[in-house]
């Protein structure tokens, strides 16, 4: 089955800096990766995904990276800013919507004003 | 609001008590699933429901039990608790349109 390693687990940055968080999988039937934000006390929340047939992704401070060659996806936040801290989760899995999905053990980012 | 409804938000069991959490959600999507969430180990799928009447296991299954009867609702039995199942619970649904899952707030459970 599929599996999704996410590097690194703690990450630290001054506001204003950028922050990459990386994740590889195992199953190159994967198309669909998808990076969730969860808060203190709640649950995750999908903030930007990126399906196979896309190298590349953005949405305003956020990116992600897709290199199906390589099996890797990776998340960029730009201009980071205090409330970006949270707990970043990547996930892979066949379809978007039908199938089970796989996460990686999560990135803690500390975002310092 | 539409959204996906967990109740408890906390529940502590003594080891051996069975208890059902609850998960609800009025987005009328098909699929639905429950993870568990630990330290250091992200989010491992228990179970998971393609519909009502549909249940299959996921990564760690072992101790719980699902069970489908209608789509709104995906509850998670733990028939005999164990201090290894003390954990935060989150259930999700998913969108059928390719949006992502939704999850619940979640049921931080402890087992003593």
């Known amino acids: 089955g599929e599996n999704v390693e996410q590097h690194p687990s703690t990450l630290s940055v001054q506001e204003g800096d950028s922050a990459v968080i990386k994740c590889t999988y195992s199953d190159s039937a994967s198309n669909y990766f998808p990076w969730y934000k969860q808060e203190l006390g709640k649950g995750p929340q999908l903030i930007i995904d990126?399906?196979?047939?896309?190298g590349e992704k953005k949405d305003q401070r956020i990116a992600v990276t897709l290199n199906k060659t390589a099996k890797h996806f990776s998340l960029h936040i730009t201009e980071t800013q205090p409330e970006d801290s949270a707990v970043y989760f990547c996930?892979?899995?066949?379809?978007?919507?039908?199938?089970?999905?796989?996460f990686g053990t999560g990135t803690r980012l500390q975002v310092f004003p | 609001n539409a959204g996906v409804t967990q109740t408890p938000k906390f529940q502590v069991l003594k080891t051996g008590q069975s208890m059902t959490l609850q998960c609800a959600q009025d987005?009328?999507?098909?699929?639905m699933s429950w993870y568990r969430q630990d330290p250091g180990m992200g989010l491992r799928l228990i179970h998971y429901?393609?519909?009502?009447?549909i249940t299959d296991q996921g990564e760690v299954p072992n101790g719980y039990n699902v069970s489908r009867s209608t789509t709104e609702d995906f509850p998670l039995r733990l028939l005999s608790a164990a201090p290894s199942q003390t954990s935060v619970y989150f259930c999700?649904?998913?969108?059928?349109w390719g949006d992502g899952y939704t999850f619940g707030s979640g049921t931080r459970l402890t087992v003593v």
């Open positions: 987005m009328n999507h098909e699929y």
């Open positions: 999700a649904s998913i969108s059928p």
């Open positions: 996930a892979a899995s066949k379809t978007s919507n039908t199938d089970k999905l796989i």
């Open positions: 990126i399906r196979s047939n896309v």
């Open positions: 429901s393609v519909g009502a009447g």
